[in-house]
């Protein structure tokens, strides 16, 4: 999860005025009209929008840019392979592999569909606080056990995390080094099954401290939302943008 909330978005920035329920359903929006779209011209305009929403949330162009980055390194191999396995006029020959325009341009097109969508999603949503989040999916009607399993999963995965390199650590300060043998392989299955243990250990530890403070299934919250002029100006900027986009993908198809 971590990959996918970007830093924190300045308290400054004008989306942060924007009710989080109003930019949860314009990320949404957003995502669903970019991957229905298919031509280049319409894609590059998605992608410019999701820039500007960049920059109206604040967030640091450098490490947006290689969190975008670590993104596009899952998709690299499919779009690599997609030239030479989609059939079509020949493009270019490399070691007796053809590639086509049309393998080219579907490449082109996942990959500006991907980087808009994420975009977008790390602008409107990757600055909430995970209450924040938690309380407006609530408020949108997402199931209460779904908004508390997502809460939770944001908040202790970290702990996890440092529990996996404390025993990591604790295994390296015992001259433990990885190589390709059943001992390593032994290891790591013992590491991996002492987090999963400390885990649970853990999760009965929270739940019987959050039980000694009240927790009865629910979590309240004291901030309540309320939808207001300047959400409505966003949600109507922001449709009226997405039309646009339909219309010009309408117009492309239809030439």
Not at 62 to 69: E, F, K, S, V
Not at 198 to 220: N, T
Not at 241 to 249: G, I, K, Q, R
Request: proline content about 5%.
């Amino acid at each position: 999860m971590d990959h996918l909330l970007s830093p924190a978005v300045p308290r400054q920035s004008a989306l942060c005025a924007i009710d989080p329920r109003a930019r949860i359903l314009g990320a949404c929006a957003f995502a669903l009209v970019t991957v229905a779209c298919g031509q280049t011209p319409v894609l590059i305009a998605a992608l410019g929008m999701a820039g500007g929403l960049m920059a109206l949330s604040g967030l640091a162009a450098g490490p947006t840019l290689r969190r975008m980055a670590a993104m596009d390194g899952f998709i690299v191999v499919l779009i690599a392979l997609l030239p030479f396995t989609v059939p079509g006029d020949p493009a270019f020959a490399l070691w007796g592999l053809t590639a086509s325009w049309q393998g080219l341009r579907q490449a082109l097109e996942i990959l500006l569909t991907a980087n808009a969508v994420v975009l977008a999603l790390m602008a409107l949503v990757g600055g909430m606080e995970p209450v924040t989040l938690g309380h407006a999916l609530f408020r949108l009607g997402v199931p209460a056990k779904l908004v508390h399993l997502m809460m939770f999963t944001i908040r202790y995965i970290e702990v996890l995390r440092a529990e996996y390199l404390r025993l990591s650590r604790a295994m390296a300060a015992r001259a433990f080094r990885p190589r390709t043998g059943w001992h390593t392989y032994r290891s790591y299955g013992y590491l991996v099954g002492m987090v999963l243990v400390r885990a649970v250990d853990r999760s009965e530890r929270v739940l019987g401290a959050m039980k000694c403070r009240g927790f009865a299934g629910h979590i309240p919250v004291l901030d309540m939302l309320a939808y207001g002029p300047r959400d409505a100006i966003f949600a109507a900027l922001l449709g009226a943008a997405l039309a646009a986009l339909c219309l010009a993908e309408a117009a492309h198809a239809a030439f």
